[in-house]
C-alpha cells in the first residue's frame, strides 16, 4: 500500500522560507518522477514543480513559472523522501500543497500541508 504524507506546513510572513517534506511508504520511488500540487478553495490543483527518477534524467526538475527561482525540488532517495524548499514566499502561495507521482495518480493524494503567507 503506497502512502504518501506532507510535512512541514505553517503560517509566515511574506518574504519568509520553509521546506515541505513528502514521506513515501510501500514503494521505493527514485525510479519514478515525483511532483508537487497545490489547491487553494474553489480552484484546480495545479502543479508546482516535478523531479526525474534518479536512474534516467539525473534528477532534473521543472517548475511551474509562479514559482521558478524561488522553490527547489529535490530528493532524498535513501530516505524516501521529496522536498519542496519555498523561499521568498508570497501570499498568492498560500495553499495546501501536496506531493504525488508525476502524472498524479488520483488514490495517491495525501491530506496535504496547509502553507499560509501574510502580507
Known amino acids: 500500500q503506497v502512502q504518501l504524507v506532507e510535512s512541514g506546513g505553517g503560517l509566515v510572513q511574506a518574504g519568509d522560507s520553509l521546506r515541505l517534506s513528502c514521506a513515501a511508504s510501500?514503494?521505493?520511488?527514485?525510479?519514478?518522477?515525483m511532483g508537487w500540487f497545490r489547491q487553494v478553495p474553489g480552484k484546480e490543483r495545479e502543479f508546482v514543480a516535478a523531479?526525474?527518477?534518479?536512474?534516467?534524467?539525473?534528477?532534473?526538475?521543472n517548475y511551474a513559472d509562479s514559482v521558478k527561482g524561488r522553490f527547489t525540488i529535490s530528493k532524498d532517495n535513501a530516505e524516501n523522501t521529496v522536498y519542496l524548499q519555498m523561499n521568498s514566499l508570497k501570499p498568492e502561495d498560500t495553499a495546501v500543497y501536496y506531493c504525488?507521482?508525476?502524472?498524479?495518480?488520483?488514490?495517491?493524494w495525501g491530506q496535504g500541508a496547509q502553507v499560509t503567507v501574510s502580507s
Open positions: 504525488n507521482f508525476f502524472p498524479p495518480v488520483e488514490q495517491y
Open positions: 510501500g514503494r521505493t520511488f527514485s525510479s519514478y518522477l
Open positions: 523531479i526525474t527518477a534518479v536512474n534516467w534524467g539525473r534528477g532534473r526538475t
